[in-house]
């Protein structure tokens, strides 16, 4: 059986009452297959959670960037809240280990299946909110969707300084820079990455984000301040 203690140690938070989270890892496949077991899968969990998260992310939205139309903040929101981002989120907090499953659902790779792992980190979010409030489920919710935000609202901005890199170095050297990872500390869940983007052996920038992707945006546009003093990002 999962250990949910381990669970919570990933996600962060200590539920009063873990039978809640331990409801959010049903998947309606063991509950097919075990019916005398369990009573109910993660799908009633999984509503809640959407709505939660759908909150949740509206309410940043709203508050931290006022210049956002409803179009763009639509926009935004359907990008942070997507199977493809909770997917990636719950494969980083190892989400998919802690599954039950049907012996069928085990054996056709259930784990790593996107809708499977989106499934339950909406149902998670569910239980956290249950368990120990919005404020708490707020709190997660914005840590884990945190460097996502930031690339999306800086693709907004129309800023591409990787782009922008790449045209200056054509330029001057007849080459193309390239990114290396130096460092990633942090748990798989929180982890930090820095980068630096180089020609040959020289280090032209340097940058840390959530993602190997935002990381190297920030390498980019260091890179950039140093080329051009009148740069402004």
Do not use: C
Request: aromatic letters at 8%.
């Amino acid at each position: 059986m999962p250990n949910i203690g381990s669970l919570q140690e990933s996600l962060s938070v200590g539920f009063l009452n873990p039978s809640l989270l331990e409801q959010a890892l049903i998947h309606s496949s063991y509950l097919n297959e075990y019916p005398d077991t369990v009573t109910a899968s993660n799908e009633r969990l999984e509503f809640l959670g959407d709505a939660v998260l759908g909150f949740i992310v509206a309410e940043k939205l709203y508050q931290d960037y006022p210049g956002l139309a409803e179009g763009e903040m639509t926009r935004i929101r359907s990008v942070l809240v997507r199977r493809e981002t909770l997917a990636q989120i719950a494969s980083d907090l190892k989400l998919g280990d802690y599954l039950y499953l049907g012996k069928g659902e085990e054996v056709g790779g259930g784990r790593q299946k996107p809708a499977n792992l989106a499934g339950a980190m909406e149902a998670v979010i569910a239980a956290i909110y249950l368990d120990r409030g919005l404020l708490v489920a707020r709190e997660l919710v914005l840590t884990w969707l945190a460097g996502e935000l930031q690339e999306v609202v800086g693709q907004r901005k129309g800023v591409d300084y990787k782009s922008q890199l790449q045209e200056v170095i054509q330029s001057e050297y007849r080459s193309s820079p390239s990114y290396r990872t130096v460092q990633a500390t942090g748990p798989d869940h929180d982890k930090l990455f820095t980068v630096e983007v180089i020609i040959g052996d020289r280090v032209l920038g340097r940058g840390a984000g959530k993602s190997k992707k935002l990381a190297e945006t920030e390498a980019a546009r260091d890179a950039l301040k140093r080329f051009n003093r009148n740069f402004t990002p």
